[in-house]
């Protein structure tokens, strides 16, 4: 606690004066462009990867990044996603998988969870990855990881898409969806292509984007 309180205090001494017309303009509004859906692993910190200032993204996190199908008793990742298609009216969203999730792991290794029923429930809603990646060969425990980190942004967007707000938004070309993995060890990121189902560099095709149905 005293290293985050030195830090509040050293954001408002050094950080805060250099945006403060920044902050001023932000006090009594927010316009971001992207819904960044982002796994709370402490590794991940969506501001940083993508250098957006503040207002920039809005910004839902929770282990695996995963995004319930829509409900009739919606939680509050649904109630998010609402916000902030319908009310904020984003233009983009993007899924951001990473490298060794802790809560993949535990998917693709089939872990035993009874002493965090919360967890093991919550991470129910990557089943279906689990059961397409269960399916293939994979030539090491990091392998198998890997693959069901990016099964498992695939999944998220298909169930992102059952949302009446995204759905409607997409039915108007008002928003577009991108599935990212994110390599922690070097920075890089794979984007999904949508036309192909194969998540590429970032830095080699930067406008790629998933298309509006699962690419089988």
């Known amino acids: ?30 316009n ?10 402490s590794r991940v910190v969506p501001a940083l990867l993508t250098q957006c200032e503040p207002g920039e993204l ?12 829509y409900a009739v008793q919606p939680g509050g990742v649904s109630a998010s996603v609402e916000y902030a298609v319908a009310g904020l009216k984003v233009r983009d969203i993007v899924i951001c998988g990473h490298s060794d999730c802790g809560a993949m792991t535990a998917v693709a290794t089939c872990q035993c ?13 990557a089943s279906g990855a689990r059961r ?8 090491s425990d990091r392998a198998r990881v890997d693959d ?35 390599d922690i060890e070097t920075g890089e990121i794979d984007a999904l292509e949508g036309r192909t ?8 095709q930067p406008d790629v984007t998933a298309t509006l149905e699962r690419v089988a």
């Open 1 to 30: 606690m005293k290293d985050l309180i030195q830090g509040i205090l050293k954001f408002q001494r050094e950080e805060f004066p250099k945006r403060s017309a920044l902050f001023k303009h932000l006090a009594t509004q927010q």
């Open 32 to 41: 971001p462009k992207t819904l960044f859906i982002a796994c709370s692993d």
């Open 58 to 69: 809005f910004v839902i996190r929770n282990a695996g990044n995963i995004v319930p199908a």
């Open 113 to 125: 969870l009874d002493h965090m029923p919360a967890v093991e429930e919550w991470l129910e809603h």
């Open 132 to 139: 397409i990646s269960l399916t293939r060969p994979h030539a």
């Open 148 to 182: 069901m980190v990016r099964e498992n942004v695939i999944e998220q967007l298909d169930h992102l898409r059952t949302h009446p707000s995204v759905a409607q938004a997409l039915a108007e070309g008002r928003v577009d969806l991108h599935g990212w993995v994110y």
């Open 197 to 204: 189902g194969k998540f590429v560099p970032l830095r080699e």
